[in-house]
């Protein structure tokens, strides 16, 4: 079993960055296409982020420009660079594969201020 381990999150003004870091207890990491998904209260948790395990990366319409994933096999870690945040942003952020059939983490909480 993978276990994810989300970091990073916290307490940030409209405008503001936070680093997200998730690591995988996988060495077959690498591998893997990984995705970070977040869900906001009472909605549906969504995938903002993907990476390939080439290193190819696709985002959300919502976070396209504002947020950057990358990933660090060498660490079992994927990353994701949060900039010019929005109130909208406020969630728990999860990693996980693509699909999604790992167990999930505790996700780590993002909450941006107005």
């Known amino acids: 079993q993978v276990h994810l381990v989300e970091s990073g999150g916290g307490l940030v003004q409209a405008g503001g960055s936070l680093r997200l870091s998730c690591a995988a207890s996988?060495?077959?990491?690498?591998?893997?296409?990984m995705g970070w998904y977040r869900q906001a209260p009472g909605k549906q948790r969504e995938l903002v982020a993907r990476?390939?395990?080439?290193?190819?990366?696709n985002y959300a319409d919502s976070v396209r420009g504002r947020f950057t994933i990358s990933r660090d096999n060498a660490k079992n870690t994927v990353y994701l660079q949060m900039n010019s945040l929005k109130p909208e942003d406020t969630a728990v952020y999860y990693c996980n594969r693509l699909p999604a059939t790992w167990v999930w983490g505790q996700g780590t909480q993002v909450t941006v201020s107005s």
């Open positions: 990476i390939t395990s080439g290193g190819s990366t």
């Open positions: 996988t060495r077959f990491f690498s591998n893997n296409d």
